[in-house]
């Protein structure tokens, strides 16, 4: 069975992930326009008509974006938890009940060809959410917004193939820019996001052959940069003695325009 993952956006302007086989597809966020993704899908051959729900991982802006327009213009169910709903439906008041779906923390759900878990993060919001998605015999776990690897989400993140995990500030960049301190404070708290190094060590930590492809995330606008993520991985893996062995795909997503699609199985 074919497995694919396209990254439409990523970062603090807005996100949407699309994972499908041949025969249905999710999204993963809405942080973007409806019209953004309509198009973003239709540019990789994507219908519509074969994306069978959208998972929300929490309410900030940059995840919810697109949400209401996207559940309205195509009567698609939107997949989160009670609490994270209730923080929802208080910015998008619009929001169909016929849409809404509660899932429960830590339980696998079933939608179009995918067991499905959402996991509790760290992250300043009333509550956030990963998700570990088992696909066929491929595993994928995506962690975008979180400010601490804590002990609920490590396992999920361990057992994952495919790992869609924050990489979101260089530590330098973030304490010397113009960002007021009250953000700096925000963004490093353990309830903020993972900087590069962060997300370095924790790699460096779990990276095994059964990790094929790393996809590093929701990177800041102001306070990183593709080259950094990759040279503090780099940097990372070489003072721990970790050789790659080939196999493994490592990369950045972008932040406005869709990567390549990612080929997890044929
Ligand atoms: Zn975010
Ligand atoms: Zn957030």
Known sequence: MKLDFCSLSSGSSGNCYYLGN????????????????????????????????????????DHIRGLEQLVKKYNLPAFTTHKIWKSILNQQK????????????????????????????????????????????????????????CQTAAPYIRAANMLVIESNYDEQMLVNGKYPHYLK?????????????QTAAF???IISDDLSNICLAHLSKNNNTPEMVLQTLQQTFSERGIILNGQQRISVLNRDIPTNMIRLTE
């Open 94 to 149: 619009k929001i169909s009940s016929d849409c809404i779906r509660e899932i429960p923390l830590k339980k696998k759900i079933h939608l179009a060809d995918f067991d499905i878990e959402a996991f509790p993060v760290c992250h300043d919001a009333p509550e956030t959410v990963g998700f570990h998605i088992c696909a066929g015999i491929k595993k994928i776990t995506i962690v975008t917004d979180l400010g601490h690897i």
């Open 22 to 61: 041949e025969f249905h597809g999710i999204l993963i966020d809405a942080g973007i326009s409806a019209r953004s993704i309509h198009k973003f899908l239709k540019n990789i051959n994507i219908p519509m008509q074969s994306i069978m729900g959208v998972l929300i991982t929490h309410n900030h802006i």
């Open 203 to 205: 790699l460096a930590d």
């Open 185 to 197: 404070e925000r963004i490093l708290s353990d309830h903020g996001h993972l900087g590069n190094h």
